[in-house]
T-cell receptor
């Protein structure tokens, strides 16, 4: 299994530009999570999906952020317009349902976003 | 509500010495607890997890953790540190049922001295 795949691995953009981060979860996993990691705030959950449906987006910082999961094998996180404070490493993780919530999350390698 | 506190954002140990990384949790319901490791420029990898089957949990790379309900702790230990253990370690908690969200601690960066 290839694991969780994220692209691009690095993204440098200018303030005001649209940024799209992509994630392919592990095949058969029905949960998908988007996290943001910064030195100041640590690891934050932005949103998670179950069977392609957004379940909890309370961590999405503001309306400039949006996430979609059009099918079981693909998700995007979009920032429009981007701002320098969005600079961070963005992780995607996936997990499979296990009774009782005993689920391990498998993380992708992350996308390092720099907004100039 | 659930929360996780990791004491010590940076820990240094000598190679061969005991590793002890502290994690305390707060949960009003039975928790599941996890330790993850993050090597530089990589994603997080599961070290071990507590799911109520046994209070002493053994993980990969010689790490283990003990769930102590009375102390609300889930400290991570390894008897003998190796240079390759240098990384950042995250403790996480989730509910034993009803949700699949993790609450992560702020992380502890482990440095191993030669």
């Amino acid at each position: 299994d290839a694991g969780v795949i994220q692209s691009p691995r690095h993204e440098v953009t200018e303030m005001g530009q649209e940024v799209t981060l992509r994630c392919k979860p592990i095949s058969g996993h029905d949960y998908l999570f988007w996290y943001r990691q910064t030195m100041m705030r640590g690891l934050e959950l932005l949103i998670y999906f179950n069977n392609n449906v957004p379940i909890d987006d309370s961590g999405m910082p503001e309306d400039r952020f949006s996430a979609k999961m059009p099918n079981a094998s693909f998700s995007t996180l979009k920032i429009q317009p981007s701002e320098p404070r969005d600079s961070a490493v963005y992780f995607c993780a996936s997990s499979a349902y296990l009774a009782g919530g005993n689920n391990e999350q498998f993380f992708g390698p992350g996308t390092r976003l720099t907004v100039l | 509500a659930q929360s996780v506190t990791q004491l010590g954002s940076h820990v240094s140990v000598s190679e061969g010495a005991l590793v002890l990384l502290r994690c305390n949790y707060s949960s009003s319901v039975p928790p599941y607890l996890f330790w993850y490791v993050q090597y530089p420029n990589q994603g997080l990898q599961l070290l071990l997890k507590y799911t109520s089957a046994a209070t002493l949990v053994k993980g990969i790379n010689g790490f283990e953790a003990e769930f102590k309900k009375s102390e609300t702790s889930f400290h991570l230990t390894k008897p003998s540190a190796h240079m390759s253990d240098a990384a950042e370690y995250f403790c996480a908690v989730s509910r034993a049922s009803g949700t699949y969200k993790y609450i992560f601690g702020t992380g502890t960066r482990l440095k191993v001295l030669a």
